[in-house]
């Protein structure tokens, strides 16, 4: 079982409000991503992290933000939440080995946002 | 520009049947991941595959990477309900920088 939790699961919230979802991971995974998905589609990487303080922008443009104080923790931060951010986001991790360019990322269960 | 190209898109078949999905890109890979999603959860890693032209056997599912390491496929035999999901094929390319990319998944169904 992964050590990677997002919180909340579910969360319902008004237009134009800040909304913070959560990400952290126990494993000391130096990668970090996030992905927007819709339900049976593809996941598109909005933003990925390899370390403490490096974050990049992903594939798909995105008007959240993230930060990468602790190792552990990958917050994605919304400042004005709108309808069209309605999705489900997946946080995820994976171990860096030197050489090794693509090793297990392992997944929360995601938080799906409804902005109504 | 979709990195991994993945097909077909959908599939629904009966139980018993046997069914490949392939995963192609213009890009090398280092290595190329397939994972299984059900819905509601996080994707959850089934194999990866490292060597061009290896071939990866994990009981009724065989995956082969392609020998110039651009491409990917998944056969499952005798397929069961319980193989239903959505297969989706992921990788980093060359000077990638760390960017682990999906394909756009195959949205498999398999009825009773």
């Known amino acids: 079982e992964a050590d990677i939790y997002q919180t909340p699961r579910y969360l319902v919230i008004g237009t134009g409000k800040k909304i913070t979802l959560e990400c952290s991971q126990t494993?000391?995974?130096?990668?970090m991503y996030w992905y927007q998905q819709d339900p049976g589609m593809e996941l598109h990487l909005i933003h990925y992290?390899?370390?403490?303080?490096?974050?990049e922008k992903g594939d798909l443009s995105s008007e959240s933000t993230v930060s990468r104080i602790r190792t552990e923790h990958f917050p994605l931060t919304l400042e004005s939440a709108r309808p069209s951010h309605t999705s489900q986001y997946l946080c995820?991790?994976?171990?860096?080995?030197?050489?090794?360019?693509?090793?297990?990322?392992?997944f929360g269960q995601g938080t799906r946002l409804t902005v109504v | 520009t979709q990195l991994l190209e993945q097909s077909p898109q959908f599939l629904s078949i009966q139980e018993g049947e046997n069914l490949t999905v392939y995963c192609n890109s213009s890009?090398?890979?280092?290595?190329l991941q397939w994972y299984r999603q059900e819905p509601g959860e996080g994707p959850v890693l089934l194999v990866t595959?490292?060597?061009?032209?290896e071939v990866k056997k994990l009981k009724r599912l065989t995956f082969q990477f392609g020998d110039a390491r651009k491409d990917s496929s998944l056969h499952i035999t005798a397929a069961q309900p319980g193989d239903t999901g959505l297969y989706l094929c992921?990788?980093?390319?060359?000077?990638?920088?760390?960017?682990?990319?999906f394909g756009k998944g195959t949205l498999l169904t398999v009825n009773p």
């Open positions: 995820a991790s994976s171990e860096y080995k030197g050489g090794q360019t693509n090793t297990e990322a392992f």
């Open positions: 494993m000391g995974h130096d990668k």
């Open positions: 992290s390899y370390g403490v303080n490096s974050t």
């Open positions: 890009s090398v890979f280092s290595s």
């Open positions: 595959v490292v060597t061009g032209g």
């Open positions: 992921a990788g980093d390319a060359r000077g990638s920088n760390y960017k682990l990319t």
